[in-house]
Structures are given as structure tokens and as C-alpha cells.
């Protein structure tokens, strides 16, 4: 059975941090890109970061230096740093793990309000 478990999401000012967590269960991996997705009340959702099995990135162009994405092989994990963060970063910020497959957790809210 494939999990991906997100964590860390909460509510903070402007111009903050926060770092999210996703780790995964029931797949290789290592072979996966691994990705974030946001999703704010009313729109698409839309894709944040990504980080290959090789290590590479791309970053959509709204967080282009605020937002970092890592992972973890040996943890199973990929990671989301977020910094500056905006009122507009507000979203539910979902882990997808694709290769073959695409598989999704379940969500974690991110509110960047003062």
C-alpha cells in the first residue's frame, strides 16, 4: 500500500518560514521524481517544486528564490523549505510522487496571514 505522508503546514506571518515534510511508503523511492503541488480555495491546482531521482529541480516561477525542494533517499522523504513567505503562498501544499504512477498525500494547509 502506497502512503505519502505530509506534515509540517501551519499558519505564519508574512515574510516567515516553513519547512514541509513528506515521507513515503509501499514504493522504490528512490525512483521517483517527487514533487509539491498547491491548491488555494477556488483555483487549480498548481505545481510548486520539482526534484528528479537524479537530484535535479525546477521551481514554478512564484516561488523562484524563496522555495527550496530536497529529498532524503535514505529517509524516504522530500522536503519543502519555504521562506518569504507571501499571503499568496496561502494553499493546502500536496507531496506527489510520480514515475509510472502518480501517487498524492493527503494535503497539508499552509496560511500565511498576520
Known amino acids: 500500500q502506497v502512503q505519502l505522508v505530509e506534515s509540517g503546514g501551519g499558519l505564519v506571518q508574512p515574510g516567515g518560514s516553513l519547512r514541509l515534510s513528506c515521507v513515503a511508503s509501499?514504493?522504490?523511492?528512490?525512483?521517483?521524481?517527487m514533487a509539491w503541488y498547491r491548491q488555494a480555495p477556488g483555483k487549480q491546482r498548481e505545481l510548486v517544486a520539482i526534484i528528479s531521482r537524479s537530484g535535479s529541480t525546477n521551481y514554478a516561477d512564484a516561488v523562484k528564490g524563496r522555495f527550496t525542494i530536497s529529498r532524503d533517499n535514505a529517509e524516504n522523504a522530500v522536503y519543502l523549505q519555504m521562506n518569504g513567505l507571501k499571503p499568496e503562498d496561502t494553499a493546502a501544499y500536496y507531496c506527489?510522487?510520480?514515475?509510472?504512477?502518480?501517487?498524492w498525500g493527503q494535503g497539508t494547509q499552509v496560511t500565511v496571514s498576520s
Open positions: 506527489n510522487a510520480a514515475l509510472s504512477m502518480a501517487y
Open positions: 509501499g514504493i522504490a523511492f528512490r525512483l521517483y521524481a
